[in-house]
C-alpha cells in the first residue's frame, strides 16, 4: 500500500507534504486509525498525531494514553498495529506509516 504521506527532512525540520505544514526537527506525524471502542470514545476513525522520530509501537500506546485519557482501559490490553501486520514485539514507526489501534477481544471479561 503506498503512503499518501511525504516527509522531507532537513535543517529547519521535517516537511509534511498535506497542506504544507510545518513539523519541528525530531518529530513526525503518523495516521493513527481507531476501529470498535476507541472509535466511539474518540468520536472519529483517524486522527494525525505528531510523535518523536523512531517511536515505538508501545511508545506510541502511552503517548495516546496521555493524550486521550478516555483511551486507557482499551490501551491497557489493546494491540498497535504498525502497517501491515499486527505487533506482538517492539516495532520502530516510521514516517508514513499507518498505526491501528484494536481492542484485544480475548482480553474481554
Known sequence: MASMYHFVSGKKGTKFFEGEEYVPPGKMRVSCLFFREARKVL?????????????TNVEFKQILSERYPKLSTILETGIVAVGNGLNRFLTTIKPGDVVGLMENTQMRD
Open 43 to 55: 468520536g472519529t476513525d483517524e486522527l494525525i498525531i505528531e510523535v518523536p522520530i523512531k517511536t
